[in-house]
């Protein structure tokens, strides 16, 4: 089955700054690849996703990259602000398949 | 529009009990998916519910099972629970097309705990 790998654990970040979260994924049938941020108490929030027909993808001051050739996938924030601070998942499914896997994690802290 | 909503959102049971968790999802949306979050395993899927059918399951025993209602609530049902089933149950919706990619939204989750 699908196995997703994602890098670092935690990330502490000076305000205004920029995050890198990487993943990797393991079944090249995977063609869906959604990023969720889940703050304290609170269920998982899509924030971003991107499809394998498509290399990058931008919302504001977030941004997710896909190299199909490597399998790999990352999530890009910007301008840093303590209320990006929270865990950041991200997941791998197959078109019409609503299984998603879930990397392990990533706790993003933002310094003010 | 409202969210998906799950209830109860905390629970305490003690092992050996069954237990029964619901979520209502988005309003058209029609399919239910649920997870399982600790902090060892991370999230994992559990099942997915679509036209009161299930589609698809991950790797649970048997002791875990769900149902989904015509209007498209689902229930998930834990029984003789064990200390390990301590975790949060999070439910996911999608409107579940099958010509486009379905995001899933989830919902604030149940937090179970089994002493």
């Known amino acids: 089955g699908e196995n997703v790998e994602q890098h670092p654990s935690t990330l502490s970040v000076q305000e205004g700054d920029s995050a890198v979260i990487k993943c990797t994924y393991s079944?090249?049938?995977?063609?869906?690849f959604p990023w969720y941020k889940q703050e304290l108490g609170k269920g998982p929030q899509l924030i971003i996703d991107?499809?394998?027909?498509?290399g990058e993808k931008k919302d504001q001051r977030i941004a997710v990259t896909l190299n199909k050739t490597a399998k790999h996938f990352s999530l890009h924030i910007t301008e840093t602000q303590p209320e990006d601070s929270a865990v950041y998942f991200c997941?791998?499914?197959?078109?019409?398949?609503?299984?998603?896997?879930f990397g392990t994690g990533t706790r993003l802290t933002i310094i003010p | 529009k409202a969210g998906v909503t799950q209830t109860p959102r905390y629970l305490i049971k003690t092992r050996g009990q069954q237990v029964t968790l619901s979520c209502s999802p988005i309003?058209?949306?029609?399919?239910v998916s649920w997870y399982q979050q600790t902090p060892g395993q991370g999230l994992q899927f559990l099942f997915e519910?679509?036209?009161?059918?299930?589609?698809n399951k991950g790797n649970f025993p048997g002791r875990f099972s769900g149902r989904q209602f015509s209007n498209s609530r689902s229930e998930m049902n834990v029984s003789t629970l064990e200390l390990g089933d301590s975790a949060l149950y999070l439910c996911?919706?999608?409107?579940?097309?099958?010509?486009?990619?379905?995001?899933?939204?989830f919902g604030p989750g149940t937090r179970l705990t089994v002493l």
């Open positions: 996911a919706s999608s409107v579940r097309q099958a010509s486009s990619y379905n995001e899933q939204f």
């Open positions: 079944d090249s049938a995977s063609n869906y």
């Open positions: 991107i499809r394998s027909n498509v």
């Open positions: 997941a791998a499914s197959v078109f019409g398949n609503e299984k998603l896997t």
């Open positions: 309003s058209g949306h029609r399919s």
């Open positions: 519910y679509f036209s009161e059918t299930q589609r």
